[in-house]
């Protein structure tokens, strides 16, 4: 049985267990600090408080946040709202194999393959805590009460959460409700874009090849290299009497290779490497390849990569996207055998421990606050296009009653929500009917 699920299984279970208990606790002493909602455990409390308070009190400062965190989320939505149209229509064109799978949607370690055990530990709280916190002083500074401070839980903590008072809350004016939504995913934006500066200029700065050449990732078995001793980590940096500078070379050496020709491999460790190339038809059972030279192994441009991480800014979009989507390519977290192609400051494992830390700390606040800001219903996102609806309507139909105003932003928000949920849904589904046609 997968690992994964294995542990999915007994959190299950606890989370059973542990819900049966507080239930007939909860129901002979009526504790108010815990409740339930289907599955959900809500355990409240009123501590933070006094902690909330005592950072509200900079007004003006947070004031301008919360105007800016308007301005900012606006942008944000109709970038994620571009963002979710595109990979709808690329999706009519992968394999199900390429397409997202259910459990990638979920930002949480266990369920998500995607996201790393430990460092989705670390730093899906952190993301939840700031969002929340943010919501939470926008909401004192704006004259809502909260009426308590609490955790979700099922399965594992599924976040934080801070409940203004409902009534106040929707008795405000729009712009103060707005500053309260748009708070807490613009502080995970916010909060990602200083990771992301610190991971890129002051960790990679330091970072260098430890050779020029190509890295070494995987070498398949009962191939030449393998049985000749390549192994993950090495670097190429010759190949017989050609200088091997990145994947091209490599490349072009190689495509010109017949089957057993005889090569060098030079690596950067001294060692040389006398192999004899393979068929490559043997390997691939594809007719075209019947009588190349194949050697087995997967490699890596070292120079690219470093690039990538060092200045993910220099090439917007495209080096962004590559640096966004390091998890979706499996390059993250850096591990073996990446980790050997470079010099760092710190041991290798320690310095390599601590950038994944703050990539996941930059990736999980990006993924949280982008996904927040979409404007469906009950995300952020959707309260503040709510909002932005009902301000429409009021200049446009100045004389339009208060029954129609609501009817009508009701109508519209919760078909937009609804779309956007059938795009999303679309995307998990499409390449899979697709296979099927």
Request: hydrophobic share 50%; charged share 15%; glycine share 6%.
């Amino acid at each position: 049985m997968d690992v994964r699920v294995l542990a999915l299984i007994i959190l299950l279970l606890f989370h059973i267990l542990l819900s049966l208990i507080l239930w007939k606790k909860n129901s002979l002493k009526r504790n108010k600090s815990i409740s339930f909602s289907g599955p959900f455990i809500f355990f409240r409390t009123i501590r933070g408080k006094k902690f909330i308070e005592s950072i509200a009190k900079y007004k003006k400062f947070w004031l301008s946040y919360g105007n800016a965190a308007i301005a900012i989320s606006s942008i944000s939505t109709l970038i994620v709202t571009f963002m979710i149209i595109r990979s709808t229509i690329i999706s009519f064109s992968i394999p199900p194999e390429a397409a997202i799978r259910p459990e990638m949607m979920i930002g949480l370690p266990v369920i998500n393959p995607l996201i790393p055990f430990w460092y989705g530990i670390i730093s899906v709280p952190i993301a939840i805590i700031i969002h929340e916190l943010c919501h939470g002083i926008e909401s004192r500074v704006n004259n809502i009460k909260i009426n308590s401070l609490g955790i979700v839980y099922f399965i594992l903590p599924l976040g934080a959460f801070v409940e203004p008072n409902e009534e106040e809350l929707k008795n405000t004016s729009r712009i103060k409700r707005a500053r309260i939504y748009a708070a807490g995913p613009i502080a995970n934006i916010c909060l990602a874009i200083i990771f992301l500066l610190l991971f890129s200029y002051g960790l990679m700065i330091f970072v260098n090849p430890a050779s020029e050449g190509v890295g070494i990732e995987y070498v398949m078995d009962g191939s030449p290299a393998s049985l000749a001793g390549l192994k993950p980590g090495m670097i190429i940096t010759m190949i017989n009497d050609e200088k091997i500078i990145d994947i091209n070379k490599f490349q072009n050496f190689l495509s010109k290779r017949n089957a057993y020709e005889k090569i060098l491999v030079y690596t950067s460790n001294g060692e040389i490497f006398e192999i004899i190339l393979e068929n490559k038809y043997y390997f691939t059972q594809n007719i075209e390849d019947f009588g190349k030279g194949f050697l087995g192994v997967g490699v890596r441009d070292i120079k690219s990569f470093l690039d990538i991480l060092k200045k993910p800014l220099s090439n917007i979009p495209n080096s962004l996207i590559i640096f966004i989507s390091l998890p979706l390519l499996r390059m993250s977290p850096i591990e073996f055998p990446i980790i050997e192609f470079y010099n760092t400051p710190l041991p290798n494992n320690i310095f390599w421990i601590l950038a994944n830390i703050i990539y996941w700390l930059f990736w999980i606040n990006l993924m949280f606050g982008l996904s927040n800001v979409l404007p469906a219903i009950p995300l952020d996102g959707g309260y503040i296009y709510k909002d932005g609806l009902d301000f429409l309507i009021v200049k446009l139909f100045k004389n339009i009653s208060n029954e129609k105003r609501e009817y009508y932003v009701k109508i519209i928000s919760y078909t937009t929500s609804i779309i956007f949920l059938i795009l999303i849904l679309m995307q998990l589904i499409i390449p899979r009917i697709s296979a099927l046609l």
